[in-house]
């Protein structure tokens, strides 16, 4: 299966840190997406970078992309206690771009 | 307001009931996938469809049928639910096949339990 890993599976930070967090996959991808879950709430988007891009910048928000390692890390900055929810990584597959795989999840705690 | 509902948000049935999970979005959107949720799992995907009448099975598909007779609908269907498929139940679109086209638009979820 492609489903990735995402370490760390928790993380616990005081605000004003930052945070990190990485997503590794099994097969090749076109592209990443990350997503941001408020406990059991449906995801929302956070940011796309294709498999071209090495990096990415939306606000507080940096993605990285390393297809030789096959795996992707989003950084948060200057983080806040709004930021507590699961993070997750989604890709699709080289062959077959209709099918979507997501990572287990980083739940990601900010303590204000 | 651009949306996907999902309904019912909560079901609590019994093994062997029929059940449908109905999806609906208001963005026209070619692409409509299914997702279950579960503890320490993520989302997998269970069925997806790229258009009217065009639909592909995920990773785990097995236990669930869905349709695609209209644009905006996309329902799951549980023939005979088992306690297996208690699980917290995602519908996603967006505009077309492809992470690359534009993001997914989740629905909030339906929470299922099977006894």
């Known amino acids: 299966s492609q489903q990735g890993e995402e370490d760390p599976q928790a993380l616990s930070i005081q605000e004003g840190e930052n945070a990190t967090m990485n997503c590794s996959y099994k097969t090749s991808i076109n592209n990443l997406q990350w997503y941001r879950q408020n406990s059991g709430r449906g995801l929302v988007h956070l940011i796309l970078i294709r498999s071209n891009e090495r990096e990415k910048h939306s606000g507080r928000l940096r993605v990285t992309l390393d297809t030789s390692k096959k795996s992707s890390s989003l950084l948060i900055t200057a983080s806040r206690a709004a930021d507590t929810a699961s993070y997750f990584c989604?890709?699709?597959?080289?062959?077959?771009?209709?099918?979507?795989?997501f990572g287990s999840g980083t739940k990601l705690n900010v303590k204000p | 307001e651009a949306q996907v509902t999902q309904n019912p948000r909560y079901l609590i049935t019994v093994t062997g009931k029929k059940l449908t999970v109905t999806c609906s979005q208001n963005?026209?959107?070619?692409?409509m996938s299914w997702y279950r949720q579960d503890p320490g799992l993520g989302l997998r995907q269970i069925y997806y469809s790229m258009n009217v009448e065009v639909t592909d099975k995920g990773d785990v598909p097995e236990g669930y049928k869905v349709s695609r007779k209209e644009k905006r609908n996309f329902p799951l269907i549980l023939e005979s639910p088992s306690p297996n498929q208690t699980s917290l139940y995602f519908c996603a679109s967006t505009i077309a096949g492809g992470l690359g086209t534009g993001e997914l638009f989740f629905g909030e979820g339906s929470r299922l339990t099977v006894l």
């Open positions: 963005m026209n959107h070619e692409y």
């Open positions: 989604a890709t699709d597959a080289e062959y077959n771009f209709n099918k979507f795989y």
